[in-house]
């Protein structure tokens, strides 16, 4: 016969309300009771049943997560942090991904969801402002880092403005004037790109350095691959530069690889700074110097305003940036 949780509860010498507390995450319990209850679960090898379980309280205990690429280091590290600050509330993670391609990502929010997730936490890439009206799902949710939309939806940002900013003025520092930008969009208006390449040309207009258009080089995706041949353009183009700008890490490291292939020297000859604070960012050669985005911050604060509105929340929506810290490393500073 099936073990219940009735069989749980008289092993662990408890009621099998406390059993269901724990199954449930509930997070007001003792860790004694907690343990003697999951060691018998273990002992006896229960099993919830989940759809009595939905069926019962309205809920499936899960949250979605939408996501360009996983292959991007950036995300697959917010994933691992969303995980993280979901288990704390006793809910699983069901991670979709979109390509940062506007219909796909159409598709995650019109899509009927209110049984399969309770919440969804998301990041797109490929909408614009005049998507705003159809940022509506069935099930409450979060919007996350990249984009600025200003839309009737909780938001927690990236402070691409500032972080980017605070990366130029480090370059400027150190007497850099020539400062060459990878993984600019041409034509994007509201974009990642563009908000960052905007923000880098503002920083040096207000240190009166002049923008040096000619030295901005378009990459797609923001993958090594294209940092490479950015900076290869860049090589070709004959054009003088001492510092690269990436607008992501996997950019940085491309160009960083290149570079050096060309027996140009990082940062003697030419310094690289980065965006996101990859962990790969701590261990390459050399270790990169980066804007940390806030990327933990950003996920427990994304989840624990998703749990408030599942929890039937109607406040106003809000939005919040999540503070930045730039990480001077060897590929601006050198070696010491």
Known sequence: ????MRDVARQAGVSPKTVSNVMNGYPYIREETRTKVLAAIDSLGYQMNISAR??????????????????LPYFGELADAVIEAAE?????VMIEQTGADRDRELTVIK????????????SPLGLGQEDIGQLTTSA????????IFHSPVDHVMIDNVAGTKAAVEHLLQLGRRRIAVLGVHPGEKVGTAAIRYDAYAEALTEHGVPVPEE?????GKWHRSTGAEATQALLASGRKFDAVLALNDTLALGAIRTLTKHGLRVPDDVAVAGFDNIDEAQYSTPTLTTVDPGRA?????AVDLLVRRMKGDNSEHEEIVAPYKLHTRESTLGTT
């Open 1 to 4: 016969m099936a073990v219940t």
């Open 54 to 71: 939905n069926l019962k309280s309205g809920r499936t205990g899960i949250i979605g997560l939408a996501v360009p690429e996983l292959s």
């Open 88 to 92: 704390l509330h006793g809910l699983t």
């Open 111 to 122: 899509r009927p969801r209110g049984h399969l997730v309770d919440g969804l936490l998301y």
């Open 140 to 147: 409450p949710m979060v919007l996350l880092g990249e984009r």
């Open 215 to 219: 030295l901005a080089f378009h990459a």
């Open 297 to 301: 911050q950003i996920a427990r604060t």
